[in-house]
Nanobody, 124 residues
Framework: QVQLIESGGGLVQAGGSLRLSCATS????????VGWFRQAPGKEREFVAA????????LYVDSVKGRFTISRDSAKITVYLQMNSLKPEDTAVYYC?????????????????WGQGTQVTVSS
């Protein structure tokens, strides 16, 4: 059974930083594009960032541009989301997901594998 496992969440004060990691048992992970999504209480899941299989192209939602950076390690088996200048409105459960098409997609429907999520809480 393929697993995506997120880690790195926690409680941080506004203005602080966290780095989320997405690890997997998927042997062909390097051929997948990977996205990060988040869901705050009472809200729908929203796209945050994505990185193409090559690692050379990225996509961000406007609200995190300039603050968040998505990357993948050279072996392409772990994907990171570096989150700086965090705001209380960034509070949510963050999920990583894998898209077999390999391209950049903001639609959750394009992602085939999903992790269980990691909680990020930003206090004011």
């Amino acid at each position: 059974q393929v697993q995506l496992i997120e880690s790195g969440g926690g409680l941080v004060q506004a203005g602080g930083s966290l780095r989320l990691s997405c690890a997997t048992s998927l042997r062909t992970f390097s051929t997948y594009a990977v996205g990060w999504f988040r869901q705050a209480p009472g809200k729908e899941r929203e796209f945050v960032a994505a990185i193409a299989r090559s690692g050379g192209r990225t996509l961000y939602v406007d609200s995190v541009k300039g603050r968040f950076t998505i990357s993948r390690d050279s072996a392409k088996i772990t994907v990171y989301l570096q989150m700086n200048s965090l705001k209380p409105e960034d509070t949510a459960v963050y999920y990583c997901a894998a898209d077999p098409s390999g391209g950049l997609e903001a639609s959750a429907a394009r992602y085939y594998y999903w992790g269980q999520g990691t909680q990020v809480t930003v206090s004011s």
